[in-house]
């Protein structure tokens, strides 16, 4: 099956979580409305035309920041937003209300992508995709998607979509090279051969695979908890190769390099950035490939330390 046509020529994205988010990412402690302005302006002067956000992003401000920006954004992009089906939100009504909250933050008369953010809450997945239906059919959003479905979630929802004609055209999954349980229960295959474009998410392990943190000097805050000493010191044989395949390709770097191995699989990684500096690298990640051995070579180690004992 062929896939939805937003994804067309679509290497790369990006992703703005960080956007304004204080509680994960400390928006404003290292890193302002200068940065962002100007990570969006680098993104776009190096073709980067797929944008992903979500409702609760910085509670709206990732939204706010890119309606401001796209208002003098030269060409068209993909925008590509998330509905969360918190348990409070009772009724079906709930979908196209927040959807048009998106609206009005975005500032846009309707996104090219609208996702469920993920399978929580109280009301019946087949609720949800039929609200999403609904607003596909008044024209507000071009293509539906979801958002950590496994794969029966995935099957479900294709199944209430096709009763009224409409494909499923994604699903965005955590995928790196220390997460890959979808290469192995089944999903990336039924979604390649169903035309669902998987959307990698924290394609860089929300940056430890660029490879500036280590044991000696683990990202503080909730990513410190998952991403802990002990397992620094456990990935590192994997990091070394990153580095060492980076060379081999006129220098990328270890974020390069990782997030191209997600490109070589065939699914569409949106890392996200803070700064200029690093978008200015993650943007040279794309229009080069791995060779096969070096994604085999980083596939093998990536099992080696990610195995539980
Ligand atoms: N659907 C979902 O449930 C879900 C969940 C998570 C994310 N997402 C989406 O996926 C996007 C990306 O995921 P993510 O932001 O969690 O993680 P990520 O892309 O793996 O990592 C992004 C972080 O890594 C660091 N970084 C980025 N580029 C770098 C570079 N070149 N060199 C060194 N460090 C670099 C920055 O943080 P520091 O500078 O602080 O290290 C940046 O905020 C999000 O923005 C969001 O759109 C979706």
């Given at each position: 099956m062929e896939e939805n046509k937003i994804f067309k020529d679509v290497e790369l994205g990006i992703g703005t979580w960080a956007w304004g988010d204080r509680l994960v990412w400390n928006f404003g402690q290292g890193y302002s409305d200068q940065d962002i302005v100007e990570t969006f302006q680098i993104s776009i002067d190096n073709g980067i035309r797929f944008f992903d956000t979500a409702e609760i992003y910085g509670q709206g401000r990732s939204e706010q920041f890119l309606g401001r920006l796209l208002k003098t954004c030269p060409v068209p992009v993909v925008l590509a937003t998330k509905f969360m089906p918190y348990p409070w939100r009772l009724s079906p009504s709930a979908l196209p209300k927040a959807l048009k909250a998106s609206l009005a933050r975005l500032d846009l008369p309707k996104v090219q992508l609208y996702q469920m953010h993920m399978p929580i809450g109280l009301l019946p997945i087949k609720t949800w995709i039929n609200q999403m239906a609904e607003v596909y059919d008044a024209g507000l959003i071009e293509a539906v998607g979801v958002s950590n479905y496994d794969l029966n979630q995935t099957i479900e929802t294709e199944k209430v979509l096709q009763a009224r004609g409409i494909p499923l055209a994604s699903n965005q999954l955590e995928y790196h090279l220390l997460e890959r349980r979808i290469e192995k229960n089944g999903l990336m295959q039924h979604c390649k051969e169903a035309g669902i474009k998987i959307i990698a998410y924290s394609p860089l392990a929300m940056g430890i695979l660029s490879g500036k943190y280590g044991p000696e000097n683990p990202p503080s805050g909730v990513r410190g908890v998952q991403y802990?000493?002990?397992?620094?010191?456990?990935?590192?044989?994997?990091?070394?190769?990153?580095?060492?395949?980076?060379?081999?390709?006129?220098?990328?770097?270890?974020?390069?390099?990782?997030?191209?191995w997600v490109i070589c699989k065939g699914a569409l990684p949106i890392p996200g950035a803070k700064n200029a500096g690093q978008i200015e690298q993650n943007v040279g990640s794309a229009g080069w490939k791995l060779t096969e051995e070096e994604v085999a070579l980083l596939d093998e180690l990536s099992d080696s330390v990610t195995k539980k004992d």
């Open positions: 802990n000493k002990e397992f620094l010191t456990r990935i590192q044989p994997l990091i070394r190769a990153i580095k060492k395949i980076g060379l081999n390709h006129d220098g990328k770097t270890a974020a390069q390099v990782a997030i191209n």
